[in-house]
Structure formats: structure tokens, C-alpha cells
């Protein structure tokens, strides 16, 4: 039998389509033995389909009789696959002998694929993917040990040369992203903007010295938030602030979204390092000290946004330019960074604590090297501790993360002294104190910053609660040890995020998450003006809608036979404030607040309009920044001989990978 592309449910979920029909159809449900889909192809029509789990075979009927062409695409895609399972059965390998391993073949000589071969092609386009996936330089096709592992693998396959892949199937790629990117913002009513910027001080003259990544946010008609780079654009290095704004001016027309922005998020102060840092001190196993001079010198090296819209005063005649004005008023710092300045200030404001840090990086480090990976298992957790560049004992650039391990250390500390031979490397009991109460310290700002860190989009609503939690948590703590730290964070979070406090925008959000409302507030009074003149802002009044003429045929034959029935009322639009008041009425609820505005939205119309701006700014970080980063150490192009353009359509296919192939 074949096997179902659908899997079986596992603990009470629905499993995954195979990549074949996970494209054309969505789950909605499961009944009995059948599962239930909706046909994408078919929208708005919303055809739902039944088909057994065992079976598909009523998905594959439904794309035979309705949509030709995605049928044809699925058999030939399943023939390749057919096929290419049935080539490498033919396969007899020779043992290894020395240090190559060669491959024969039953029959004759071996005939190889024809470009225009649907295996051929399909090769080429997962090579492609691979490329893009893992940010690897095109150069690699011209790499031998990749060819012969080509061979290995199919030998009829002709390796493609690596300008095709540059000139031809990346280009292509990109050019599909534009145009879904430019159908989806179609559709969204307004987006935010993030805007990032890299640069490297390792970066020639000719090849430019930074990239501009332009990522919008929207929420589609049935209330999902998306995210998408719409451009990387290659900076030289004499880029000023009329330069970037004429970048995103066009980018902007380009994508249809220069009336619909309602804000651009940007790095919150010029000249700062928006790069990951550690806890001072505290290099972990596979981190020296050189690694730790390169990390400051990229420091150096990055630049954010706010530096460049700095430089310079705003002139009258940019006054006038549209752009400037939408910066003008509606960009605001973002809550990611802002949060990391904040931590990294606290941190570092007191020295005392750089000494016992190392001296436990130290003792962590001597145990990952001599204890055995069961016993270190049972305090990092199995696969946590192998020394391999991953997990505790990897070089971790993140402060959390090193967080993270030193609570593990610190909660089995006594069973790694019992099983490690160096009193000298030991902590005494003023250093373990002395940590513990860092760890304590630091936990409200771990778990803040893992939310606003990962791929998972975070809006604005919890940056006002997430700073009222810190402050609460700061002014209860009791320090005997961490005494400067605890001063420096609060004196650090009072100069970098007070103001939010009070800014509408963020005061709006948060009412409007319905798992918070005004529950955070001191004084709902105030806030609910604030709430009210931030709404009227952003909101077009709403008419009821008007009753048809069929409605309007047919009431006398209506109340005539129905006249022992009670009438229902006109529907009368409720205004702001009642609106607010109704809202505010009911109970905070932990529902996702896309959700609860999806739902709620004939409700309270105008509340909705505004929730469906406000819930498009991110609180986190973009991909395309964790991109540079990686960019940053990986494939400069000083480095593997990427010409800017190949750089670009890199990050920007990489960051918009799941548009492509979700």
C-alpha cells in the first residue's frame, strides 16, 4: 500500500499534509474516521471536502476534476520521486578504499539528465532551496566534494553551473515573492514598518559597507498577522538620511503600502551595539578570549537607523516630503532593543559581580571537559551538554541563554563538586549567594527578553505590562550582593522605557488586549481619555447597514403572519464611547487577541479598526536582523566572493522563505 500523505493524529491533534497537499488544502476538522478540508484553490467559494485518513484519494479526485494543472503537477512531481527511488535501487557501491568512495552502476555507461528533465529541473531547484535555506554561498556548485556527492547520489544528474543558479533560479524566486508579497499587501488595510540596517567596517569601497532590510507587518481579512521583507537593499558607505528615506519612499509606492503605514518601528539610539551580549565574565566553553575581541569589534562595526536619521537636522524642504513626515510622526523605538539596552547598562554598572562570574565559567567549564556526558546529562538534560557547539556548552552569544545554564549549575552545584576533583575552581559560599541572587535578580528581564527574541510575532501590547512587571519586581527584590545591578537596571529602565507609560499608542494597545484591558491601570480615568482621543484618531465612523430592497418588499406579508412575534429593534451604531464602555464591561480573557477581535468586530466596529493597526506593531525583533547577524560572521562577501546583488537576494529570499515553500 502506499503510504497516506495525511498522518494519523497524534495525542489529539490532526497531523500534517505531506508538502504535496498541505498547499492546496486546509484542515479544519476531524470527525469520527474522516477528515474534513478546505480547498485554497476554491476560495472564496470555501469548498469543503471529506476524505477518509487512511485515504487521499478524494483530494487527488478533487484536483483531477477541478483544478487540471495542480493535478498534472502533483503526478509528475510523484513520478520523479517514482523514479528517483527506483534509480537508486539500481545502485551497487564499492566499499571504502582509502580516502574515496566510488560509485558503479549496473548496465552500461550512465545517461544523464536533459536540462529540460522534471528530475533535472527539480534537483536544481532543491539544490537551490538548500542554498537559501542555510545562507550558503552559490560558489558551493563549483565545489568538488559537493559534485561528487552529487554523483554518489545521482549520477545522471548534470551539476548546474553556478551563474545559473545566481543569474536564472534565484532571481525567479525572488520575483514570485514580490508578487505574492504585492496580492497579499493588497488586501490589508494598514501595516508597520521595521527598518534595519547593517553595516560592516570590513567592507571595501567597491562593495558597498551595509544593507537597508525593509520588513512590513499586516493583519490579513480574517484577522492573521503576516510579516514580509519587501526589499535588502545594499548600502554604500556614504548613505545619509535623504538617501534611506528615498530608498523606502520608493519601496513603499513599489508595494502599494505609502498611505497605509501606521508606524515605523527603528533602533531606538544612535551609536549603540544592537548585538547579542553575554554576561560579563562569563565565557563559556568554546569562547576565548579571542572570540571575545572579535565579538566587540562587530560591535563596532553595526550601526543602527537612528544613527543615520541623527546626523543631520531636517530641512524645510524635507519637511515637505511625505515620507519624512509619516517618520516624523509615526516612528517609535523598538521594545526589543530598547529592552537589551536596558539589560546590558544594569549589567554592566557594577564590577563586582565580572570576577565571580569568571570563576564560575571556570568551574563550568572544567566540568564539561572531564565529566561524562550521562552524568552531565542529568543536570543539563540529555543532548545539553556534549561540548559540540550547541546547547550550555556551546559558544552562546545570548545573555538569557548563559542565564539559563548558570541556574542549571547553580540547582546541582553540590552533586558537580562531589564528582570534580578541584577544590581551587569550587565556589564558596559567598560566590553560590552571590550568583543565586543574580539568577533571581535577572528572571523577570529572561523572561521579557525570551518573548520579544524567536520568529513568533509579539505586538506592542505587552511592552507596557512588561514594564510595570520589572519595576514591581525591582522595588520587592531584597539584594545583599547584587546591590549595583539592581540599581542600574531600574535606573536604566526608568531612562529607557518610563516613557511608554504614557504614550498613547502603547496605553491603547495594551487596553485593547483583552487579556489585560485596564487591569494594569492606576488610574482608569485618564487612561480611558487617553484610550478615547488615541481611538478617534484612527477610526471612520461606521454605518449601519442598510436594508435591502428584498427586506424592504416583504414586511406587511410579515406582520401579518407574524405579528404575535415581537419585533426586533433597529440596530442603532454605538458610539466610541459606548462602544468602550461595553467592551471594558466584560471580563479579561486569556483568548489571542487577533481572535477576539476577528470575533468581536460587528461588536464594536470601531474599537476593531483601530485594534487591527495597533496589533501590526512588533515588540520583537525582525528575521532579516537575526539574518544580518548571521551574515555578519558567515558570508560577508569579502569572504566568499558574493557579488552585493547575491548577497541581497539571499537574505531577502531567506527571510521570506515560508512565502515560497511553507
Not at 484591558?517 to 477610526?539: A, I, P, Y
Amino acid at each position: 500500500m502506499h503510504a497516506c500523505p495525511v498522518t494519523m493524529k497524534r495525542k489529539g491533534k490532526i497531523g500534517f499534509f505531506s508538502w504535496r497537499f498541505k498547499r492546496h488544502f486546509t484542515i479544519q476538522e476531524e470527525r469520527g474516521n474522516n477528515i474534513y478540508v478546505q480547498c485554497n484553490l476554491c476560495l472564496p467559494t470555501k469548498n469543503v471536502l471529506s476524505t477518509p485518513i487512511s485515504s487521499c484519494s478524494n483530494l487527488k479526485k478533487h484536483l483531477d476534476r477541478k483544478h487540471q494543472a495542480m493535478y498534472d503537477e502533483f503526478v509528475r512531481k510523484k513520478d520523479v520521486k517514482r523514479e528517483t527511488y527506483a534509480s537508486g535501487a539500481m545502485q551497487t557501491y564499492a566499499p571504502i578504499s582509502g580516502a574515496s568512495r566510488t560509485a558503479t552502476q549496473t548496465g552500461a555507461g550512465t545517461a544523464k539528465f536533459d536540462r529540460s528533465d522534471p528530475r533535472q529541473s527539480l534537483i536544481s531547484e532543491t539544490i537551490a532551496k538548500m542554498i537559501i535555506r542555510d545562507l550558503q554561498p552559490v560558489q558551493i556548485m563549483e565545489n568538488e566534494g559537493f559534485r561528487e556527492l552529487l554523483q554518489l547520489l545521482e549520477p545522471r544528474y548534470v551539476p548546474e553551473p553556478s551563474h545559473y543558479i545566481q543569474q536564472q533560479l534565484l532571481p525567479t524566486y525572488a520575483y514570485q515573492v514580490q508578487l505574492a508579497t504585492k496580492v497579499a499587501l493588497s488586501g490589508a488595510e494598514s501595516c508597520s514598518v521595521t527598518l534595519d540596517l547593517w553595516r560592516s567596517n570590513t567592507a571595501s569601497a567597491s562593495t558597498g559597507s551595509g544593507y537597508l532590510g525593509v520588513t512590513c507587518h499586516f493583519i490579513t481579512t480574517d484577522w492573521q498577522i503576516k510579516s514580509a521583507l519587501l526589499a535588502c537593499l545594499p548600502l554604500p558607505s556614504n548613505t545619509d538620511t535623504q538617501r534611506i528615506l528615498t530608498e523606502f519612499d520608493e519601496i513603499s509606492h513599489a508595494h502599494g503600502i505609502s498611505g497605509k503605514v501606521f508606524r515605523i518601528v527603528v533602533d531606538p539610539s544612535p551609536c549603540e551595539s544592537r548585538s547579542a551580549f553575554r554576561l560579563p565574565g562569563f565565557y563559556l566553553h568554546g569562547n576565548g578570549n579571542g572570540d571575545v575581541e572579535d565579538e566587540e569589534e562587530e560591535d563596532s562595526s553595526d550601526e543602527d537607523i537612528g544613527t543615520a536619521l541623527s546626523k543631520e537636522a531636517v530641512s524645510g524642504a524635507e519637511e515637505e516630503n511625505s515620507l519624512n513626515h509619516c517618520l516624523g510622526r509615526c516612528r517609535i523605538d523598538c521594545f526589543a532593543h530598547s529592552l537589551a539596552q536596558c539589560i546590558r547598562e544594569g549589567i554592566r554598572s557594577s564590577s563586582q559581580i565580572s570576577m565571580t562570574l569568571t570563576k564560575a565559567a571556570c568551574f563550568y567549564n572544567y566540568v564539561i571537559a572531564t565529566v561524562t556526558p550521562e552524568k552531565l546529562g542529568q543536570v543539563f538534560g540529555p543532548g545539553n551538554a556534549a561540548g559540540n557547539g550547541q546547547g550550555p556548552s556551546g559558544p552562546d552569544r545570548h545573555w538569557n541563554a548563559q542565564l539559563k545554564t548558570m541556574r542549571q549549575m547553580l540547582e546541582s552545584v553540590d552533586f558537580l563538586e562531589d564528582i570534580v576533583d578541584r577544590n581551587d575552581l569550587a565556589l564558596n559560599s559567598v560566590e553560590k549567594a552571590m550568583l543565586r541572587e543574580l539568577v533571581e535578580v535577572l528572571e523577570p528581564f529572561e523572561e521579557a527578553t525570551d518573548m520579544v527574541q524567536g520568529d513568533k510575532h509579539v505586538s506592542i501590547s505587552l511592552a507596557l505590562p512588561s514594564v510595570l512587571g520589572l519595576r514591581k519586581h525591582l522595588a520587592e527584590v531584597v539584594t545583599h550582593q547584587c546591590t549595583g545591578i539592581a540599581t542600574g537596571l531600574s535606573q536604566a529602565l526608568d531612562r529607557r522605557l518610563a516613557g511608554i507609560l504614557e504614550d498613547p499608542l502603547y496605553v491603547t494597545a495594551t487596553t485593547l488586549d483583552p487579556q489585560f484591558k485596564l487591569s494594569w491601570s492606576s488610574d482608569r480615568d485618564w487612561h480611558k481619555q487617553v484610550l478615547l482621543e488615541e481611538v478617534g484618531k484612527h477610526t471612520q465612523p461606521v454605518s449601519p447597514p442598510e436594508p435591502s430592497s428584498e427586506a424592504q418588499a416583504c414586511p406587511s406579508k410579515r406582520s401579518r403572519l407574524f405579528s404575535f412575534i415581537k419585533q426586533r429593534p433597529t440596530t442603532q451604531a454605538k458610539s466610541m464611547e459606548q462602544e468602550l464602555s461595553a467592551y471594558l464591561h466584560e471580563e479579561p480573557t486569556d483568548e489571542d487577541p487577533l481572535q477576539y477581535w476577528k470575533r468581536k468586530s460587528i461588536d464594536f466596529p470601531l474599537l476593531s479598526q483601530v485594534a487591527k493597526k495597533v496589533f501590526t506593531v512588533p515588540a520583537t525583533t525582525t528575521k532579516v536582523e537575526r539574518i544580518f547577524s548571521l551574515v555578519g560572521k558567515t558570508i560577508r562577501p569579502e569572504r566568499c566572493r558574493l557579488l552585493p546583488k547575491n548577497l541581497e537576494t539571499l537574505i531577502y529570499l531567506k527571510a521570506n522563505y515560508s512565502i515560497l515553500w511553507s
